[in-house]
């Protein structure tokens, strides 16, 4: 029980990730407190992992005021706080960028720059007034490297991996902690449909795509929600007690910082 009687809000619960974060967390002890804008699939989570479920548009100041004061007047406290919120973008390289989709690149870097610092903002003071807390902001093997027709997710990834650093050293003396785990790519269904899409265009086998990406890998494999799930567990536990301005890469070997 890594985060027994811990009070653990995650942003950014979507399905995929947020559900398998929100019920390990539950699973090792934490109280759950599950935030997204879309509250299509938010009371499920919530459900899945015991916990509450709050509707936030992180990008908000007064909604994540809300957020905090939520937690705070249901809970006494917030030990831990994920930040996994981003929206879902499609690849366009800068040049094709029209109008509507420049919009679109400053909406996505706001949240995922914006938004964080915002939900920082909010609940860090509790946890510098407890004397103790963890803060797990969810990057990107993108934070470091950027790749074409992905500029709004490198952009908004990259800051908050160097927010995080600054956090780490202004929060530090009051003993809180402020870390990064940065996947790489993760099994899904939408990333076995992009391999699927690739082999149709070469006219070769899915397996053959499979084989080919896996191989570039160090450990073989691509990387589970799970594998992630259990980094961020990890720095939000007492395990991690010494460790900030750190960054976790779970990439099974497809990039080394």
Not at 3 to 28: C, D, F, S, Y
Not at 98 to 106: G, S
Not at 114 to 123: A, N
């Amino acid at each position: 029980m890594l985060l027994e009687q811990k009070v653990a809000v995650i942003t950014g619960a979507g399905p995929g990730l947020g559900r398998t974060l929100a019920v390990m967390m539950a699973r090792e002890g934490a109280q759950v407190v599950v935030a997204a804008r879309s509250k299509d699939s938010l009371d499920d989570i919530a459900a899945a992992a015991s916990g509450l479920a709050v509707r936030t548009d992180v990008a908000s100041p007064e909604q994540v005021k809300r957020l905090a004061r939520t937690v705070i007047e249901r809970f006494g406290r917030v030990d831990v706080l994920v930040n996994a919120a981003f929206p879902g973008t499609h690849r366009k390289n800068v040049l094709d960028m029209d109008d509507a989709y420049l919009e679109q690149w400053r909406s996505a870097v706001e949240i995922a720059a914006y938004g964080t610092l915002l939900c920082c903002r909010y609940f860090a003071p509790h946890m510098v007034e407890a004397g103790h807390g963890s803060i797990v902001n969810l990057t990107s093997m993108s934070s470091r490297v950027g790749y074409a027709g992905r500029s709004d997710y490198a952009a908004g990834k990259a800051a908050v991996h160097l927010l995080s650093h600054c956090l780490a050293d202004e929060l530090g003396p009051s003993g809180v902690r402020v870390n990064c785990v940065a996947p790489g790519w993760i099994q899904s269904e939408v990333l076995v449909e992009w391999m699927r899409t690739r082999a149709a265009a070469e006219g070769v086998p899915y397996e053959e795509i499979l084989a080919r990406d896996t191989g570039a890998m160090a450990l073989r494999r691509i990387a589970t929600e799970e594998d992630v799930a259990r980094a961020v567990i990890f720095l939000a536990g007492d395990q991690a007690a010494a460790t900030t301005g750190a960054t976790i890469d779970v990439n099974a070997g497809q990039q080394f910082t």
